[in-house]
C-alpha cells in the first residue's frame, strides 16, 4: 500500500494508472476510521482495480462553534485499517497544501443545501462540495463511495457531480450499525457507557417509524410525534435538531409516508451532534 502526502505525486499517479487503464475508486474520509468507512474500501475494491483512500480533516466544512480542533484523529491507526481492508493508496494532503493563504474559490449546490444539515449547519455543505470535488480534481476517480448514514451529503454530492460533468459513478453504500443498532460514526467515542446507550435513541426512534409504517400508520406528524417520545425516553436530556421525512432523491419534504419516503434526524445529546436515516418504504 502506498502512502501520498503530496498533490503533485496523487495526480501523476492516478493519470499514469489511468492510462494503464486501472479503474479508479475513491473513499474520502475525515479519518479516525471504524469498520463502516472500510466497508466503503471493501465495497469500492469489488469495481476496482485501485482504491484510494483520502483521510483529510476538512476545516472549511466545520461551522462556527464546532470545534475542528476537538476532532479525533489516529493516522497511524487508520493507515493500518486501510492496509487490512485492502486498501491500495492513502492520500493524506497536508491543509496548507489544499488551502493556500490565497485560495478564493468555492462550489456549492444550491437547492439541496437548503434543508436538514444544511438548515442546522449553513456554511457546512460549501466546505464538503469543494474539497470533494478539490480530491475528485486530484484522484480522477472512476467510482467514488459515500455512507448511506450522510444521505443528504451523498446526494448534493452526486448532484454537484451531475452538474459539473464529472464522469463519476457514485455508489451509496448502506449504514453499517453496531449489534445494538448504533449507526457506526467516529463521534461516538466521545460517549461514556452510559451515554452511549442514551445515544440508542436515535435508532430507536427509526425502529419505531418504520414499525408505524409496517402498522400503515403513515401520517408522518402521528409518527414524528411518537419518535420524540422514543428519544426523550432513552434520553431525558436529549435535543432533537431535526426529524425529517423527504423524497430520497429530490430531498422533497412528504407529510405522508409513500415510496421513496427517507426519515433523517438530527439529535444532540451530552455535547455530541448525531444524525441517522432509514428508509421507511
Ligand atoms: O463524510 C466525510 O467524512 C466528509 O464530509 C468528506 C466527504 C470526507 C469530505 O470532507
Do not use: W
Amino acid at each position: 500500500m502506498q502512502i501520498i502526502r503530496s498533490i503533485k505525486k496523487i495526480q501523476s499517479l492516478t493519470r499514469q494508472l489511468a492510462s494503464d487503464g486501472k479503474r479508479i475508486g475513491l473513499v474520502p474520509t475525515m479519518g479516525f476510521l471504524h469498520d463502516g468507512h472500510l466497508s466503503l474500501i471493501k465495497r469500492a475494491l469489488k469495481d476496482c482495480d485501485i482504491v484510494i483512500t483520502t483521510i483529510f480533516v476538512n476545516p472549511t466544512q466545520f461551522s462556527q462553534g464546532e470545534d475542528l480542533s476537538k476532532y479525533p484523529r489516529d493516522e497511524k491507526g487508520d493507515i493500518q485499517k486501510i492496509k487490512s481492508a485492502g486498501g491500495t493508496i492513502v492520500f493524506i494532503p497536508k491543509v496548507s497544501d489544499i488551502y493556500p493563504d490565497d485560495f478564493d474559490s468555492s462550489v456549492e449546490v444550491l437547492s439541496l443545501t437548503q434543508t436538514l444539515e444544511g438548515e442546522s449547519r449553513p456554511t457546512h455543505f460549501d466546505g464538503v462540495t469543494t474539497i470533494v470535488a478539490k480530491l475528485f480534481n486530484m484522484t480522477r476517480p472512476d467510482i467514488v463511495v459515500f455512507g448511506l448514514k450522510d444521505y443528504q451529503q451523498a446526494m448534493v454530492l452526486k448532484k454537484m457531480s451531475t452538474d459539473l460533468n464529472y464522469p463519476i459513478k457514485f455508489i451509496i453504500a448502506p449504514t453499517v450499525r453496531e449489534k445494538d443498532g448504533l449507526a457506526m460514526s467516529s463521534r461516538n467515542k466521545y460517549f461514556n457507557e452510559a451515554e452511549r446507550q442514551e445515544a440508542l435513541c436515535l435508532s430507536y426512534a427509526l425502529k419505531t417509524a418504520k414499525q408505524m409504517v409496517k402498522a400503515d400508520i403513515k401520517d408522518c406528524k402521528l409518527i414524528q410525534k411518537e419518535m420524540k417520545a422514543v428519544i426523550k425516553a432513552t434520553c431525558k436530556t436529549a435535543k432533537i435538531d431535526y426529524i425529517a421525512f423527504t423524497d430520497f432523491n429530490s430531498l422533497a419534504p412528504t407529510k405522508v409516508v409513500v415510496k421513496n419516503t427517507i426519515c433523517s434526524l438530527a439529535v444532540r445529546l451530552h455535547n455530541v451532534r448525531l444524525i441517522d436515516n432509514l428508509k421507511l418504504m
